[in-house]
């Protein structure tokens, strides 16, 4: 791997529509960032945010009813922009591999585990015979999945939630890819689990010096492994910052919206707070910000125009007309 | 030593019948999946026992219905040779008990069939009913195979393309033929086919037996149905397989196409082609019923419904009986073959 | 149920206001809506139409008998000539027909006098003009199809639809003896059967049925399988959704609920079931009398003229008219039936339609490029 790129992984307004019976939906509306390497990015909103669309987007995982466009996109200091679909297949689980929600329906159900993890194993490294057959135990070893060598042999139904997802983990990180995007990991499996996961995830991390994308719409998992924050409303990133500036002073109404609808343990009594309104419907937006009809502190010019990210402190980027007291938070102070 | 003898005589009639064949067939297969350790024997020996429960209960129903179904027509088997000596009627009638009561003539006609003894045919009385199956069998049998084998290759590879292409005009045609072909009966089909194939431009043999090229025709006719509806259940079963979640993993990890379509989606969408399997089996024995007529192909179709039409019913409940048997046994075979393919379903 | 006793009166009247929408005229206007669109089928529904009209008036068109032979005109290619004029002696078995039918050929004498429509299809082996056949044979393999079909129907829904209801123990029941029927190769039973029938004309003539009435009680008796498993299934599932439980908790009775909530819904699918059920039936009727073990002279069929067709080809002469046309009109009205089956089907489950039309994940390639 050559040393020559900083970033992982470079987006530079990507969009996405769905051409579809009813119109065309657009589920992601030109989203830039960049990860470097090593680091972990949280991208945070709620479902219909277009966090998953905007990551398959550019794994080109998308039906071809989807329009995807882009000033630019470089995974793992690579150009994919003018690259053929066979390019980017090679790119797929070798440069940037991915994970996902539900390993119960995630993991193919007629074939065995290590059958699966071998594919990979073939595709991105070539292995063949008995080195092939020892590096799929390995990798089910690294996963922690205890008596790997047995379990190689079982199908996915015979595994447990947890241990199904250290396989899907333990099989898409066997090509070594630069930047892994975790797809609501632990959304499927108990709170225990999740920890226990998340845990797997960060020393995997450690060990490869790998960069991970943690798509997610929990607030507490983000907390305490994402080194930054990136939060999605309507298709767009609405703020960004370091995970720890995020917390500290968030400077978007949504992003203080989301915070304050997190039970939290040192704050007791009062009512939990709840974002008022639903998401806005992606097939017909109007010209203002998408979460005026739900924004406490709507200004008129809201209406008018749609704000873009400024910076608002050193690495911290916000998209709202309004410049926002700092943050007191109570589940009071939320609402105003 | 009278159970002896007679289990003898009833393993001899099996496998003259040819149903000790498949069954055959299916233990060895049975066996190579036990050694490759994909399937154990002590798990389904249960549902072994209670299917085949299930047939011998399907089979005594079916044999008492027809026997005395038959009992019930006015007047005895020999009636209707007209000049017939009444003193030679009598003993041919008690040659064969049926001067007896009719609870002691079932009880012997049972105890006959279970030895394998089905008796001769009421219309020629110098053949025995399993000798003329003996004979008609294997024909039947090949037609079926190969006509299975075509519906399949054929149907599969349709389905695929179809699904593949969605949408497409490949798929639209494809689509338009598979449900003419489920439409069309297949005496159509082969009297298009004949006329053209064979007298206006004739490339095959007529009808009758022979070699291969003989086979050809018939088995297209015979398949021609159930390749139209594999292709069916194979675009819909891909088509629903290609937006599970783990086709997008396939894809995720960086899989070709092709090959996930066949590593990856071919399984699972055969899945509804196998439970079809069954069915289809049947279609193809009763199928053949017809074909064989056309093509004048001497097999068990035709001995059957020359046993019907003539009131030949030894003949006709001997066909039956086996008939039942195969379907039962085919049945089977298929729900195991599932279990193999799926591994997350049970037998039970 | 503990539940829905618990709810309030209002809520109740609103779900069954919502059980009433679901059947009402929204469902059925948009199924009509969505079938109008799909050409194929609802060119299929007219063609249809028209065929059973036609079938139906067959005695009162101008048809010649499809009973008369001419001898020496046997084989003869389409044409115009019509020599000998049309008589009302010469069909067979004129006493025997019921009552519309033979004043319907009363009236064809009246309105057309002895003027017959040439034999544009041909004549077969006997010189019987083939369209009159085709027309009269069209009539009883629609009438086989749509009775043996009802047959099916009244045993399916009724068995599957108290299966459903009672549910428990005797559902299980109930549908093991199903699962066993299945496995039996009933066509071949059904085959032995119809040859004892036939057999026993005293039998019958006891109960007043003739032999075609006992041919389609038998075939519709075995093709009602798969219809009672349909519609238990969709009894199921009707049962335990909220606007039943609600009428429950109202106190209505078992009829009521059956007759107002249960049976409007599972008719759509028993519809669609319907018209899948008579192109197999037709089918079953013309491969039996194929095999010279169905409908029976001076009746006619077009399972029958295809046997007649097939049983004329040889490698002297080649009849063509005589092997296509019986093939065409069976094959043409098998096609319309299972095009109208789908259709309605689509029409009636959009969802059914959406899974075929969804398009599955697929690498699309390219991003394009955008600057500024």
């Known amino acids: ?336 | 030593m009278g159970w002896i003898t007679s289990s003898w005589a009833f393993l001899v009639w099996t496998w003259e019948m040819g149903i000790l064949q498949p069954i055959g067939v299916f233990l060895a297969i049975m066996a190579g999946l036990w050694a490759s350790g994909r399937w154990s024997p002590w798990g389904s020996m249960r549902f072994l026992c209670r299917r085949l429960e299930w047939m011998a209960l399907t089979l005594l129903i079916v044999f008492s219905i027809s026997f005395f179904l038959m009992r019930s027509i006015p007047g005895g088997p020999f009636d209707r040779d007209k000049n017939i000596d009444p003193a030679i009627k009598a003993r041919i009638e008690a040659k064969y008990g049926l001067d007896r009561p009719i609870g002691e003539q079932y009880l012997r006609s049972l105890a006959d069939t279970l030895r394998g003894d089905l008796g001769p045919s009421y219309k020629n009385r110098d053949y025995d009913v399993v000798d003329i199956i003996a004979e008609g069998f294997p024909k039947s049998a090949s037609l079926g195979v190969v006509a299975l084998i075509f519906a399949l290759t054929l149907g599969i590879t349709a389905g695929m393309v179809s699904a593949v292409r969605r949408g497409g005009w490949l798929d639209t045609t494809l689509m338009v033929f598979a449900t003419i072909g489920i439409a069309l009966p297949n005496f159509v089909i082969a009297s298009i086919l004949i006329l053209f194939l064979v007298i206006l431009v004739p490339m095959f043999p007529a009808a009758t037996w022979g070699d291969f090229r003989h086979l050809i025709l018939p088995a297209f006719c015979l398949g021609a149905p159930f390749a139209a509806y594999v292709a069916r259940l194979t675009r819909t079963g891909m088509l629903d397989v290609l937006t599970q979640d783990y086709i997008r993993t396939a894809r995720a990890k960086g899989v070709g196409e092709l090959r996930v379509l066949t590593a990856h989606a071919l399984k699972g969408g055969l899945l509804p082609v196998v439970s079809f399997l069954g069915p289809a089996i049947a279609g193809i024995l009763t199928g053949s019923l017809v074909v064989e007529k056309i093509f004048q192909i001497p097999g068990l179709g035709t001995h059957f419904v020359q046993a019907a039409i003539n009131r030949d019913y030894t003949l006709s409940m001997g066909c039956v009986l086996l008939y039942t048997t195969l379907v039962y046994l085919m049945n089977l075979l298929v729900d195991v073959g599932y279990t193999v393919l799926d591994p997350r379903v049970e037998l039970d | 149920m503990a539940e829905t006793r618990q709810r309030s009166q209002a809520e109740l009247e609103e779900l069954l206001e919502e059980a009433r929408k679901l059947r009402g005229n929204s469902l059925w206007s948009d199924a009509m809506r969505r079938f109008r669109r799909n050409r194929v089928a609802f060119a299929s529904f007219w063609f249809l139409v028209l065929l059973s009209v036609v079938s139906f008036l067959a005695p009162l068109l101008p048809l010649a008998s499809p009973h008369q032979p001419h001898l020496d005109r046997n084989y003869a290619p389409p044409g115009f000539s019509t020599e000998e004029p049309w008589s009302e002696d010469q069909y067979v078995g004129l006493d025997d027909m019921n009552a519309v039918t033979r004043w319907m050929i009363h009236a064809r004498a009246s309105i057309f006098g002895d003027f017959q429509l040439g034999p544009w299809m041909g004549r077969d082996a006997s010189g019987r003009c083939l369209m009159s056949r085709i027309v009269w044979g069209g009539r009883m393999s629609l009438l086989v199809g749509l009775a043996a079909t009802l047959v099916s129907l009244l045993i399916g829904v009724s068995y599957g639809a108290l299966s459903g209801y009672l549910g428990g123990r005797a559902d299980n029941l109930m549908m093991r003896i199903v699962d066993m029927l299945y496995a039996i190769p009933f066509i071949f039973v059904v085959i032995f059967l119809i040859t004892v029938i036939r057999e026993r004309k005293d039998v019958l003539d006891a109960y007043g049925l003739d032999r075609v009435t006992a041919f389609f009680i038998v075939i519709g008796a075995i093709y009602w399988l798969t219809m009672a498993r349909v519609v238990r299934g969709q009894v199921l599932s009707v049962k335990h959704r909220e606007f039943v439980e609600a009428a429950q908790a109202q106190g209505a009775s078992t009829f009521r609920i059956l007759r107002h909530h249960i049976v409007p819904n599972v008719f759509s699918v028993v519809l669609v079931y319907l018209t899948l059920t008579i192109p197999r039936v037709m089918l079953f009727e013309a491969f039996l009398s194929f095999l010279g073990l169905g409908v029976e002279p001076p009746d006619v069929s077009w399972g029958m003229l295809a046997a007649d067709g097939m049983g004329a080809i040889n490698g002297l002469e080649v009849y063509w008219w005589f092997v296509l046309f019986p093939g065409l009109a069976l094959g043409l009205t098998l096609l319309a039936l299972n095009f109208l089956g789908d259709g309605l089907r689509d029409a009636l489950d959009p969802r059914l339609a959406q899974i075929s039309g969804k398009a599955p994940v697929a690498g699309a390639g390219g991003i394009i490029e955008e600057t500024s």
């Open chain 1, 1 to 336: 791997m050559s040393e020559l790129h900083e970033h992982a992984l470079e987006v530079d307004g990507l969009k996405v529509r769905f051409h579809t019976d009813d119109g065309v939906v657009e589920a992601v509306r030109g989203v830039s960032y960049t990860l470097a390497r090593g680091e972990t990015l949280a991208v945070v909103g709620e479902s219909g945010s277009g966090k998953s669309v905007l990551h398959m987007a550019m794994m080109d995982l998308l039906p071809p009813s989807a329009e995807v466009r882009a000033r630019g996109l470089r995974i793992a200091g690579r150009n994919v922009l003018g690259m053929s679909g066979e390019d980017r297949r090679r790119l797929r689980g070798k440069e940037i591999a991915m994970i996902f929600q539900d390993p119960m329906t995630s993991l193919n159900p007629f074939t065995t585990l290590g059958t699966q993890i071998a594919e990979m194993l073939r595709l991105h490294r070539g292995l063949r015979g008995r080195r092939l057959r020892e590096a799929v135990v390995g990798a089910l070893d690294e996963v922690q999945i205890p008596n790997a060598a047995y379990r190689v042999e079982q199908y996915p139904h015979e595994f447990s939630g947890g241990m199904r997802q250290r396989a899907m983990i333990a099989m898409m990180l066997a090509g070594q890819p630069e930047v892994l995007v975790a797809d609501e990991p632990t959304t499927a499996l108990d709170v225990t689990v999740q920890a226990w996961i998340m845990e797997l995830l960060a020393s995997l991390q450690q060990q490869r010096g790998m960069s991970i994308v943690l798509i997610t719409h929990d607030l507490g998992l983000v907390a305490g492994s994402a080194h930054r924050v990136a939060v999605m409303y309507a298709g767009r990133i609405v703020e960004e910052a370091t995970t720890d500036a995020l917390f500290a002073d968030p400077r978007h109404p949504y992003t203080r919206g989301l915070l304050a609808s997190v039970p939290r343990l040192d704050h007791d009594g009062g009512e939990l707070y709840q974002i008022p309104g639903r998401p806005p419907d992606l097939g017909n937006l109007d010209r203002g910000c998408p979460f005026r009809p739900r924004c406490p502190y709507a200004v008129d010019r809201c209406a008018a125009e749609d704000p873009d990210l400024t910076e608002r402190a050193a690495g911290h980027r916000a998209a709202c007309w309004v410049e926002l007291e700092p943050w007191k938070p109570t589940a009071a102070g939320a609402a105003r």
